[in-house]
């Protein structure tokens, strides 16, 4: 059974850091790109950061490009999200996904698979 879990999520202030992490297990993710969408309240679904399976290109949402930073560790099959100087409209539930599609087309919003969930509050 594949299963994506997050963890690391909670309450902060705006300004301070949060890092969530996400580990993958039940099949090989060889080849596999990681990443993360959120969802707030009221709002769709949307992408906020991709990584290649080797780790060697990222995609980023605008939003977020130069506040947050994606990283893996492919042989442990995880993902982290490194999120600086947080703001309350980053209030949402933080999901990981799994696919194999480019980088490119990660901003449409499908994956193959996902993780439950996170949620992040930034209080101002």
């Known amino acids: 059974q594949v299963q994506l879990v997050e963890s690391g999520g909670g309450l902060v202030q705006a300004g301070d850091p949060l890092r969530l992490s996400c580990a993958a297990s039940g099949r090989p993710f060889a080849g596999y790109a990681m990443g993360w969408f959120r969802q707030a309240p009221g709002k769709e679904r949307e992408f906020v950061g991709a990584?290649?399976?080797?780790?060697?290109?990222?995609l980023y949402a605008d939003s977020v490009k130069g506040r947050f930073t994606i990283s893996r560790d492919s042989a442990k099959d995880t993902v982290n999200l490194q999120m600086n100087s947080l703001k309350p409209e980053d209030t949402a539930v933080y999901y990981c996904?799994?696919?194999?599609?480019?980088?490119?087309?990660?901003?449409?919003?499908?994956?193959?698979?996902w993780g439950q969930g996170t949620q992040v509050t930034v209080s101002s």
């Open positions: 990584i290649s399976w080797r780790g060697d290109s990222t």
């Open positions: 996904a799994a696919d194999l599609r480019p980088l490119s087309i990660w901003s449409q919003g499908r994956s193959e698979f």
